[in-house]
């Protein structure tokens, strides 16, 4: 099992939230229980010469402020480690940095390559691929289900959206790798920039290329669309290419790893799944909302605001905690129970308002295509190790997850 400590209440104060440690050696559930209930708009000291920031952890106020991007902008930063850096390079060029009427813009483009026609080889595919890795891995008694299933799927479903080729694509998974999250806890920041770079430099080339003889996949369509009869900028471009890779393809992978896990831990759950008691939507939406892949999100506040009681400044950084909002007790009854029947189920782990996920309808095909694909070709899963956890201040799940499957 899983060995992470269980932290008291009474840590809070010495807890650095923004550190990956924090979170990959820690269970923080009564933390957030605590932060719910008594400082649901709690303030992280600063730590070092970085600045202090606010946490949000109660359903309504993470929803109001996921919707409010007239008074909290995603422009100086959405994450943890940008909004302490003071700001983000990508601002104004990136969708999920950019607010206001060239935020609506650029989604708008994008959303041609979302439309349901543009994805119906991409969802047939990536039932294939899922379909031929489960397979794989039960035929040889099980295996790392992590490293061998599931990081291959949504970086194969994402390359198609994009319309990468096949050579390419362990490059890339490489490259995603070590720019979003990191194995141990030791990586350097000179590594994750180098990786981001690698992945720039990539889709420069291939969207000069597709600006030359566009296709259908989203590269093309970014490189190829007009605003107002001017195209993208090349920055624009390969930065929303960049956007695409790295959010969709780490959080949907982790989320097929802790959906194994959560399986392996509830087998009254995985009993209720294989005996087809339950609808498919509601169990990929208790998957989401029980392994909520992306911890936090964040903003600024461009005016002073009062949010639970607190007051946050002009300038202050907000930290919005998925994870604690998708055990929020005023919302989900018996919020710590793994039910795959639940209804009405109202997580917030794409997010919520403008910037909600634009890829929440793949992350969705990419889970239901893993759920019915466990459900016809295995009967048993079990642990054969001990799982690793990602070391990250953003994404939760894990690296490694040994199992025997039959
Ligand atoms: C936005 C989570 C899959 C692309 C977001 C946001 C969340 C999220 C929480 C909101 C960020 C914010 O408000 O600042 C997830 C999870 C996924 C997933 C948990 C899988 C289980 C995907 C996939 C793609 C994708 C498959 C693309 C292929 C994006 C993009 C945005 C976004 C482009 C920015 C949207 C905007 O700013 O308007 N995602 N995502 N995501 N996601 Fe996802």
Redesign the pocket.
Known sequence: MPTRTLAKPSEAGNLNLADPRTHAENDLTEVWRWMRATEPVYWHPPVGAAPGFWVATRHRDVASI?FDNKRFT?EKG?VLSTLLQGGDSAAGVM??VTDGRR?AEI?RI?LRAFSPRALSGVVENLEKTTQGLLQDIVSAGGGDFADEVAAHI?LAT?CD?LGVPSSDRASLLEWTKAALSAEGPDQSAADIWQARNDILGYFETLARQRRRRPGTDAVSVLASSMVNGRPLSMEEVVSNCY??IL??DE??RL?MSSAVLAFIEHPDQWAAWKRGEVETSDAVEEI?RWTT??MH?GRTALEDVEVGGRLIRAGDIVTLW?NSANRDEEVFPDPFRFDLSRSGNKHI???YG???????Y??RAEIAALLTGLRSLVTEVELNGRPRWIYSNLLSGMSSLPVHLS
């Open positions: 996921y995603s959405n969708m999920a935020h989604r994008l949504p994402i959206l956007s695409l959010g969709g959080t949907s989320s989401l892949p992306a999100f998925n782990s794409f997010g403008p910037h909600f996920c634009l890829g929440a793949l992350g």
